[in-house]
């Protein structure tokens, strides 16, 4: 993977294909191999960037305290690295929360926003199941408890009983992770401390909200925060997933954010 420097940080990312960049960031949990089937859908037709956001993946890890606005300057820095003027984002559960962030500090660098099974303030049951998640992991100081412990809350019941398999190998991928446990800790308080929606009037780019309607996460009612307040929105909802609603319902995630960006992407 290639890098670039960020002030003191250096992100990893890939890049695929040519067109209108199209800048995807991960969520919380994992990096940039999250979107591995959507870069190699997409790269067909526009320039895919993804990469690993600081405190995460092969980029720069330290213990330091850190906010969604600290990673989204981070994402900038990384835009001008890359000479990418505008490009259309698509953040997935924290990595839409920064993206609020980008297109509020350099709305003409965003043409398009899609935010996906994210939040621009969390509910109280999102405080609580966020905050719970992190506290297995500070207590046990293991992966793969944090991992056992967190999986019901990614996926819905009838997923988790059907899909036996695939349960254990999202389980493996988290419970193998190798960040410092410290910087999930402070992007989880991030998360926590994350606040736009009194901002959202501000972003005034075609933006899709996509939500996973047994999502405990970022909930129904996170969801109808910001299809209130962001002006030009359109929601769609995974009504029978969870918070990877991406993985439980593949095939339309990628129909409906494909069709809304054909539609809302601005040419390069």
Known sequence: MPTVSVGSYDLHYVESGDGTPLLLIHGLAGDHSAWLP???????????????????????????????????????GLMDALNVERACIVGRSMGGAIAQH??????????????CASFAKLDPLGRRVLANMREVLEWRGDWADHARHSLPNFVSPAFYNANPAAVEQVEVLIGGETRMPACYVAQNHAC?????????????????????????????TATEWMAER?????????????????????ERFMSTVGKWLESNAPES
């Open 38 to 76: 959507q870069i190699d859908a997409w790269s067909s037709r526009y320039r895919v960037i993804a990469f690993d956001n600081r405190g995460a993946g092969r980029s720069t890890q330290v213990d330091e305290a850190i906010s969604t606005e600290d990673m989204a300057r981070d994402t900038l």
């Open 102 to 115: 980008i297109a509020l500090l350099a709305p003409d660098r965003v043409g398009a926003l899609v935010v």
């Open 192 to 220: 926590l401390e994350h606040d736009t929606l009194d901002q959202l009037h501000r972003i005034t780019c075609p933006v899709l909200i996509a939500a996973g309607g047994r999502d405990p996460i970022c909930s129904r």
């Open 230 to 250: 962001f002006p030009r929105s359109e929601t769609a909802m995974f009504d029978d997933s969870s918070h990877f609603f991406l993985i439980e319902e593949p």
